[in-house]
Structures are given as structure tokens and as C-alpha cells.
């Protein structure tokens, strides 16, 4: 079992839909980070959070700390959003090692 | 400049030739994290530099890999004697402190490995 999972894998939706994509994580950790990593490659690092919640424009990123889970929500979706969405944890459990998830492939249809 | 910056931003070699990757970090950080990420699969930790020094190289997927940083800034992974499951692509990323700090990671375009 991987100490970082992800859901769902892959997610379709339509232009203006609210869109939720999970991570959960078996390890002890000091920050999770979530990136987005463009068709093109590109990753770029979207929050980093270690309790609570953040928001930063469409984007919301919130952790339950003691339910090992986070949740990154995008409201009012794209077709500039789809994208690959990473979930990252550094664990204190691994000597402060970054653990990646597999990612969540977002395709926004017009 | 702004950003971490890396190059060549591809490279297609043959097996059996070495190749060296650069990274150019966001001046003013003092960690800097390689990561590879192969075809179809997540991204993989290879190394990390807190200042000139590695206090972690466990990534490193064999002891073809090695990596070097000098003056706290521009770092260098070399692959020698390549083979084709090192295609991969190749990415760098800056921090302000190292991995016992929570600070974000800014992470580089990538260099894109290909042997033939």
C-alpha cells in the first residue's frame, strides 16, 4: 500500500463544475504540499500546508491532521485547470523524506 | 533570474555515455531537492543539498548517479555510463532551508533525458 494516496486517479468534468480531489497519507508528517503539473511538464507548487486551511484565488486546500487526510478543491473549473494535481507529504516517520502521490489527472471539458 | 532554472532542457544520449544535468536555483536559497520523474510513473526524491553538502543521497538509484553543489548555488547531476531506464525527466527544485524547515519548494522547467 502506498503511504500517499490519491482519488480519484483520473476526473472528467465540465467547464464550471466544483471539483474535489483527495489525498490520504499513512505517515507522520510536518507539511503536505500540493503541486499541479501542466501538460507541458512544468510543476508548480500550489499550497504547502501543515494544519487548517489556505485559499489562494479558485483554489482551496484544507487537512485534518488527525484523519490524515487533505482535500484540494477548485471552485468554478476551467479548461485551463486540467492538469495533474500531486500530493506530496514530508515525513517526519522517513527522516523528513518527501513522499509523492501518484497524482489525480484533471481534464476541464469547454 | 525569477525562477530555477535548468539545463539543456532535453538531452537524448547513448547508453554507455555520461551526461550532466545543471540546475541554477532562486538566489538567496539554500536548499536544493533532484527529483526524476520516469514515463507513466510519480515523481522520485533523488537527492538534496542543504548548502555545498548532501545530508541525504538515498535517492540516488545507483552509484552511476552522483551530484555535486558548489558555492551554496549551481548544482550538477552527472549520469555515467547511461542507460535507457534513466530516460526520464529530470527536476530541480530551490527552498529557502532545507527538509527540517516547512518552507515551499519552487521547482525548475525539468531537463528531459532520452538514451537511445
Known amino acids: 500500500k502506498n503511504e500517499v494516496e490519491q482519488s480519484p486517479q483520473n476526473l472528467t468534468a465540465q467547464e464550471g463544475e466544483f471539483i474535489t480531489i483527495n489525498c490520504s497519507y499513512s505517515v507522520g508528517i510536518s507539511a503536505l504540499h500540493w503541486l499541479q503539473q501542466h501538460p507541458g511538464g512544468g510543476i508548480v507548487s500550489l499550497f504547502m500546508?501543515?494544519?487548517g486551511k489556505k485559499k489562494h484565488g479558485r483554489l482551496i486546500a484544507t487537512i485534518n491532521i488527525q484523519e490524515k487526510h487533505s482535500s484540494l478543491h477548485i471552485t468554478a473549473s476551467h479548461p485551463r485547470d486540467s492538469a495533474v494535481y500531486i500530493c506530496a507529504v514530508r515525513s517526519w516517520d522517513r527522516d523528513d523524506k518527501i513522499i509523492f502521490g501518484k497524482g489525480t489527472r484533471l481534464h476541464i471539458l469547454p | 533570474g525569477a525562477g530555477v532554472s535548468q539545463s539543456p532542457s532535453n538531452k537524448v544520449t547513448e547508453k554507455g555515455k555520461d551526461v550532466e544535468l545543471r540546475c541554477d536555483p532562486i538566489s538567496g536559497h539554500t536548499a536544493l531537492y533532484w527529483y526524476r520523474q520516469s514515463l507513466g510513473q510519480g515523481l522520485e526524491f533523488l537527492i538534496y543539498?542543504?548548502?555545498?553538502?548532501?545530508?541525504?543521497k538515498s535517492g540516488l538509484p545507483s552509484d552511476r548517479f552522483s551530484a555535486e553543489r558548489t558555492g551554496g548555488s549551481v548544482s550538477t547531476l552527472t549520469i555515467q555510463r547511461t542507460q535507457q531506464e534513466d530516460s526520464a525527466v529530470y527536476l530541480c527544485?530551490?527552498?529557502?532551508?532545507?527538509?527540517?524547515?516547512?518552507?515551499?519548494?519552487?521547482f525548475g522547467p525539468g531537463t528531459r533525458l532520452t538514451v537511445l
Open positions: 500546508l501543515s494544519s
Open positions: 527544485a530551490s527552498s529557502l532551508a532545507g527538509m527540517g524547515s516547512y518552507n515551499e519548494q519552487f
Open positions: 543539498f542543504q548548502g555545498n553538502s548532501a545530508p541525504d
